[in-house]
């Protein structure tokens, strides 16, 4: 099974700072790579597929970029609205499987 | 647009067998390429990807789980299900259905979750 491990755990940033969220693949997944937000008691939303690709609807704050094994997700300017759990996730070969979660916070 | 639900009891007893719904509404499962698939998340942890079914019938699944689950495609109900043996009180999460293309393979839409509890 691969194994995908983010960085960090979480983190507190203050309004307007530029996130970087991390996720390494334990071995070669392609572009075959998708981030998730989950605010509390929701489901996640997709926000980019195939590891750079904005999901329609989502801000264009949002961003992704990567290949293989190491991939990051950046928001250029946190909001309030984004404090939730983002979670990757690999779709290279079954089993697919998520990270553990960034929890992002407002300072 | 297309809508999941699911459904199903929310408590069920140690070594009984888990079974969840998801309804399909606002379009046809037939035809169209999709990944039906149940993931799971045990209360304040990460996705757990479970399995999948596919348009045609075929299914994949996690291999630990898979002497134990089973997922299935009801299309003339426009709905499809999860049926978990033998649970233990691991098996207790919020368990979510979501569609995927098999294109673009990513899990645009979801069900709100139901939560399910392995207790006596």
């Known amino acids: 099974d691969i194994q995908m491990t983010q960085s960090p755990s979480s983190l507190s940033a203050s309004v307007g700072d530029r996130v970087t969220i991390t996720c390494q693949a334990s071995q070669d997944v392609n572009y075959y790579l998708n981030w998730y937000q989950q605010k509390p008691g929701k489901a996640p939303k997709l926000l980019i597929y195939?590891?750079?690709n904005l999901e329609t609807g989502v801000p264009s704050r949002f961003s992704g970029s990567g290949l293989e094994t190491h991939f990051t997700l950046t928001i250029s300017s946190l909001q309030p609205e984004d404090i939730a759990t983002y979670y990757c996730q690999h779709y290279d070969s079954i089993p697919y499987s998520f990270g553990q979660g960034t929890k992002v916070e407002i300072k | 647009q297309v809508q999941l639900q699911e459904s199903g009891p929310g408590l069920v007893k140690p070594s009984q067998t888990l079974s969840l719904t998801c309804t399909v509404s606002?379009?046809?499962?037939?035809?169209?390429?999709?990944?039906w698939t149940w993931i799971r998340q045990p209360a304040g942890k990460g996705l757990e990807w479970i399995g999948r079914?596919?348009?045609?019938?075929?299914?994949n699944y996690k291999p630990s789980l898979k002497s134990r689950v089973t997922i299935s495609l009801d299309t003339s109900k426009n709905q499809f299900s999860l049926r978990l043996m033998s649970v233990t009180a691991a098996d207790t999460a919020m368990y979510y259905c979501?569609?995927?293309?098999?294109?673009?393979?990513?899990?645009?839409?979801w069900g709100q979750g139901t939560m399910v509890t392995v207790s006596s």
């Open positions: 079914v596919y348009t045609s019938g075929k299914t």
């Open positions: 195939d590891a750079s």
């Open positions: 606002g379009g046809s499962m037939r035809g169209g390429a999709y990944y």
């Open positions: 979501a569609r995927a293309q098999l294109i673009e393979d990513a899990f645009r839409i």
